[in-house]
């Protein structure tokens, strides 16, 4: 049975003051609908490879509020996530992560948005997180692994949805 850890909830304005946020702004040749609907698709994010499952525990349709589960590494960490933000018009959403079976983080989220470009589409994916205050040095060493983790996340986005020269 999986021992869950409860972190603390927030805003969007986390996105801003975290004390470790990684932005990454990835230009794909796909257009802006398509990357929106493979990132609100049922098993979102398939193409990452790190990313064992992610799944929707919430019905269609997704909004506010909506839940949904993500393993990474093969399950050695699990998430449970929470959906602060949810627009399909503007095509954003984010989300806080309410609970974790590794007990790293004080709090955890992350920000998706999806713009049109002249040819294709770009997309910038915020990860913003804090760490629980007995591991922070634990987690500040970590970063190199966090940033190698994102950075696998994006490869695998490029190569699913093809990269697009920077204008």
Same mark, same amino acid.
């Given at each position: 049975?999986?021992?869950?850890?409860?972190?603390?909830?927030?805003?969007?304005?986390?996105?801003?003051?975290?004390?470790?946020?990684?932005?990454?702004?990835?230009?794909?040749?796909? $257009?802006?609908?398509?990357?929106?609907?493979?990132?609100?698709?049922?098993?979102?994010?398939?193409?990452? @490879?790190?990313?064992?499952?992610?799944?929707?525990?919430?019905? =269609?349709?997704?909004?506010?509020?909506? @839940? =949904?589960?993500?393993?990474?590494?093969?399950?050695?960490m $699990?998430?449970?996530?929470?959906?602060?933000?949810?627009?399909?018009?503007?095509?954003?959403?984010?989300?806080?992560?309410? $609970?974790?079976?590794?007990?790293?983080? $004080?709090?955890?989220?992350?920000?998706?948005?999806?713009?049109?470009?002249?040819?294709?589409?770009?997309?910038?994916?915020?990860?913003?997180f804090?760490?629980?205050?007995k591991?922070?040095?634990?987690? @500040?060493?970590?970063?190199?692994?966090?940033?190698?983790?994102?950075?696998?996340?994006? =490869?695998?986005?490029? =190569?699913?949805?093809?990269?697009?020269?920077?204008?």
């Amino acid at each position: 049975m999986t021992h869950w850890f409860d972190l603390e909830p927030v805003g969007a304005d986390f996105f801003d003051t975290a004390p470790h946020i990684f932005t990454y702004s990835i230009d794909l040749t796909a $257009q802006p609908d398509d990357v929106w609907a493979g990132l609100t698709a049922d098993e979102p994010l398939s193409w990452c @490879r790190l990313l064992t499952k992610v799944h929707y525990t919430s019905p =269609r349709p997704y909004g506010v509020g909506t @839940r =949904r589960i993500a393993e990474v590494g093969g399950g050695a960490m $699990q998430m449970r996530e929470k959906f602060i933000t949810w627009d399909d018009e503007t095509r954003r959403h984010s989300f806080y992560v309410e $609970q974790s079976n590794v007990p790293l983080f $004080q709090s955890f989220a992350e920000d998706y948005r999806v713009d049109e470009l002249a040819v294709g589409s770009r997309l910038q994916w915020t990860f913003a997180f804090s760490p629980r205050p007995k591991l922070s040095l634990a987690v @500040r060493g970590g970063l190199p692994v966090n940033s190698l983790i994102f950075s696998s996340f994006v =490869r695998d986005t490029k =190569r699913h949805f093809g990269s697009a020269p920077r204008h």
